[in-house]
């Protein structure tokens, strides 16, 4: 992918659809469509420790996401949401720096497009995008409180589980077989 | 040598006293037919076990009741507006031995929420029944819902719905328009582990190619050739 921009934010229930225009490698384009629940951004702000008044750090966060390396994206590998701020959103703003779209005089501004492709009817709006996923997101300081909560405790139980599926009974169990297995051994 | 007897005056007064003892025991509440033997309380078929407050209230009871389900004993609590009663037995009928555990709650006489766990010798019911309307979740052999091994389940997934980042599944079905030729889908949370994309790929219009071309514990991306409307089938797991 050689660059991506934003073109337009509507919603369809609880649901915010973003759709993005891609220019491929080849220069090909195309139009992709995001998809998120309306507390997304609430969770990202929980997840990464945003101020939620940060809206282009809030939003980017979820934007660009999907076009990390799996493995550099990953929040819970980190040792917890502070370091997966520092970490994780060095890596966003480096793969939005990477996908920027030049700027192109020749890209239309018929009407109230804003990319080269038109952006199908149901999906289109004229607010700009980031105000549009802004406004149409719901975040509460109060949920997104509760929400850092959770991550907090997720990192805990994973902490406590030396970061592996085991649960700790099974921990008993495997040296409660271990022994048996020594002492059918010794006899 | 004196002849030691006991005082005439100190009998009677003996068996006025023992007299009073038995007239207040004769007036107080009885264990009835119960009984309590060698530190056990004995209560027969019918009997209850009730815990009153001061002002005289029932909070809760244990009885049993044999005219419904051999062997049951319930537990009811009692609340301001509701009662909630718990079922406990255990029986053997024809071979099949179970132990039964339900738990409903009766607000005003209506709308009964009930959960049970029923525990057979050759299987397992979970289910949860919301204002009558019933969801089961059938495990293992039991007729007539399967053989050995048969997991049965009735009910729904949810559409998209995640209540945390240690959720097993992440399913739902999403239609996406004509005019795009992907879709990527962020989960509401960053999952705590591996997700796994399983999709299902509905095109009206005919064959495409298509593929997953980008999963994470955040989201996931899907791919197709052309740009007709299609539908998003997803039955992700986490691992």
Same mark, same amino acid.
């Given at each position: 992918?050689?660059?991506?921009?934003?073109?337009?934010?509507?919603?369809?229930?609880? !649901?915010?659809?973003?759709?993005?225009?891609?220019?491929?490698?080849?220069?090909?384009?195309?139009?992709?469509?995001?998809?998120?629940?309306?507390?997304?951004?609430?969770?990202? @702000?929980?997840?990464?420790?945003?101020?939620?008044?940060?809206?282009?750090?809030? !939003?980017?966060?979820?934007?660009?996401?999907?076009?990390?390396?799996?493995?550099?994206?990953? %929040?819970?590998?980190?040792?917890?949401?502070?370091?997966?701020?520092?970490?994780?959103?060095?890596?966003?703003?480096?793969?939005?720096?990477?996908? $920027?779209?030049?700027?192109? @005089?020749? !890209?239309?501004?018929?009407?109230?497009?804003?990319?080269?492709?038109?952006?199908?009817?149901?999906?289109? *709006?004229?607010?700009?995008?980031?105000?549009? !996923?802004?406004?149409?997101?719901?975040? *509460?300081?109060?949920?997104?409180?509760?929400?850092?909560?959770?991550?907090?405790?997720?990192?805990? %139980?994973?902490?406590?589980?030396?970061?592996?599926? $085991?649960?700790?009974?099974?921990?008993?169990?495997?040296? @409660? %077989?271990?022994?048996?297995?020594?002492?059918?051994?010794?006899? | 040598?004196?002849?030691?007897?006991?005082?005439?005056? #100190?009998?009677? #007064?003996?068996?006025? #006293?023992?007299?009073?003892?038995?007239?207040?025991?004769?007036?107080?509440?009885?264990?009835?037919?119960?009984? =309590?033997?060698?530190?056990?309380?004995?209560?027969?078929?019918?009997? =209850?076990?009730?815990?009153?407050?001061?002002?005289?209230?029932?909070?809760?009871?244990?009885?049993?009741?044999?005219?419904?389900?051999?062997?049951?004993?319930?537990?009811?609590?009692? +609340?301001?507006?509701?009662?909630?009663?718990?079922?406990?037995?255990?029986?053997?009928?024809?071979?099949?031995?179970?132990?039964?555990?339900?738990?409903?709650?009766?607000?005003?006489?209506?709308?009964? #929420?009930? +959960?049970?766990?029923? =525990?057979?010798?050759?299987?397992?019911?979970?289910?949860?029944?919301?204002?009558?309307?019933?969801?089961?979740?059938?495990?293992?052999?039991?007729?007539?819902?399967?053989?050995? +091994?048969?997991?049965?389940?009735?009910?729904?997934?949810?559409?998209?719905?995640?209540?945390?980042?240690?959720? /097993?599944?992440?399913?739902?079905?999403?239609?996406?328009?004509?005019?795009?030729?992907?879709?990527?889908?962020?989960?509401?949370?960053?999952?705590?582990?591996?997700?796994?994309?399983?999709?299902? =790929?509905?095109?009206?219009? +005919?064959?495409?190619?298509? /593929?997953?071309?980008?999963?994470?514990?955040?989201?996931?991306?899907?791919?197709?050739?052309?740009?007709?409307?299609?539908?998003?089938?997803?039955?992700?797991?986490?691992?």
């Amino acid at each position: 992918m050689k660059s991506m921009e934003v073109l337009s934010c509507t919603k369809q229930g609880n !649901i915010l659809r973003v759709v993005k225009e891609i220019t491929n490698d080849d220069n090909s384009k195309e139009l992709q469509l995001h998809i998120m629940r309306e507390d997304t951004l609430e969770w990202r @702000a929980a997840e990464y420790d945003i101020d939620p008044e940060d809206r282009d750090t809030l !939003i980017d966060m979820v934007i660009y996401e999907p076009y990390l390396d799996p493995n550099d994206s990953q %929040l819970y590998s980190c040792a917890d949401r502070f370091e997966a701020k520092t970490k994780c959103l060095e890596k966003i703003r480096a793969k939005k720096n990477q996908l $920027r779209r030049p700027s192109d @005089a020749s !890209i239309k501004k018929v009407g109230s497009q804003r990319g080269t492709l038109t952006v199908p009817e149901e999906y289109w *709006d004229e607010r700009d995008p980031y105000d549009a !996923i802004m406004e149409e997101s719901v975040i *509460d300081r109060q949920a997104i409180e509760i929400k850092k909560r959770h991550v907090d405790l997720t990192f805990q %139980l994973r902490d406590r589980l030396g970061g592996q599926s $085991r649960t700790p009974r099974s921990e008993e169990l495997e040296r @409660a %077989l271990a022994r048996r297995q020594s002492r059918k051994s010794e006899a | 040598m004196p002849r030691y007897r006991t005082d005439n005056q #100190d009998l009677i #007064d003996k068996i006025v #006293d023992l007299k009073k003892r038995i007239t207040r025991l004769e007036k107080q509440r009885k264990l009835g037919t119960s009984a =309590l033997d060698s530190g056990a309380i004995r209560v027969p078929i019918g009997g =209850l076990l009730t815990v009153v407050d001061d002002a005289g209230e029932r909070r809760f009871l244990i009885y049993s009741d044999e005219n419904y389900v051999p062997n049951l004993v319930r537990i009811a609590v009692f +609340g301001d507006t509701q009662v909630t009663t718990m079922h406990v037995s255990s029986s053997e009928l024809d071979g099949i031995n179970q132990t039964y555990l339900q738990m409903y709650t009766d607000v005003n006489g209506a709308n009964i #929420d009930r +959960g049970s766990l029923e =525990l057979f010798n050759n299987g397992a019911i979970l289910s949860v029944e919301d204002s009558g309307v019933f969801d089961r979740i059938h495990i293992r052999n039991l007729a007539p819902y399967g053989t050995n +091994g048969t997991l049965y389940m009735v009910g729904r997934w949810p559409d998209e719905s995640q209540l945390s980042s240690e959720d /097993a599944l992440y399913t739902g079905s999403r239609s996406v328009s004509a005019g795009v030729s992907s879709v990527t889908i962020s989960y509401p949370t960053t999952f705590a582990s591996t997700i796994v994309p399983i999709i299902g =790929l509905h095109s009206a219009s +005919g064959v495409v190619t298509w /593929a997953v071309t980008a999963q994470s514990a955040s989201s996931f991306t899907v791919a197709w050739s052309g740009t007709t409307a299609k539908i998003i089938n997803m039955w992700n797991i986490r691992l």
